[in-house]
């Protein structure tokens, strides 16, 4: 009659499956069986694929976890971190003059735009130089602002942004130049 050792000594650790004349050992997901046949040991999961997880994966006893840095979400397929938009969620510290922009992982606050002489400001991202003001002769008509993101990682070269002069008004020529902010060649025109 064969002997049920599961159930008269059970050496397994987790799982015993009894067999005739013998037994074997498995073990719980999230566990492998050690060299003994006996004992299970935790699986790193973590260091089977550095793809398991967007930002960083966590060990833990028979599974694994991941974690999202600071300013992000864990999403619900609990592997993707998203973006907290703290200006969309009005959890931010900018002052009623200042603007919200989101960036990844934090935001910041953006100054209004001021307009230098003798420019004058027209709504909140647009300065225009009268033309009756003599010293608007020589100057752009007008100056308009925009804030825009670009996220790290990408191919380059890549286009960023495109503008378009208009006809608009007859006898304006137009100049687009990088006025600053390019001191190490990393934009160009075309």
Do not use: W
């Amino acid at each position: 009659v064969d002997v049920n050792e599961c159930t008269s000594e059970n050496p397994c650790t987790q799982t015993c499956v009894n067999t005739y004349g013998s037994f074997l050992c498995r073990c719980e997901p999230g566990y492998e069986l050690e060299a003994d046949g006996v004992n299970c040991s935790d699986m790193d999961e973590c260091s089977f694929s550095e793809f398991l997880c967007q930002h960083e994966c966590v060990n833990g006893p028979g599974s694994y976890y991941c974690i999202c840095p600071s300013g992000y979400n864990l999403l619900d397929d609990s592997r993707s971190c998203q973006d907290i938009n703290e200006c969309e969620n009005r959890n931010f510290t900018c002052t009623p003059q200042q603007t919200c922009f989101n960036i990844p992982g934090e935001y910041k606050c953006l100054d209004p735009v001021r307009c230098e002489d003798p420019y004058i400001q027209i709504n909140e991202n647009r300065c225009m130089c009268p033309a009756e003001n003599a010293g608007c002769r020589d100057q752009p008509f007008t100056i308009l602002y925009r804030v825009m993101d670009m996220v790290s990682g990408r191919s380059v070269p890549s286009d960023i942004f495109q503008m378009q002069a208009t006809t608009r008004y007859p006898g304006a020529y137009y100049i687009f130049q990088i006025k600053s902010g390019n001191e190490g060649r990393e934009f160009y025109m075309r």
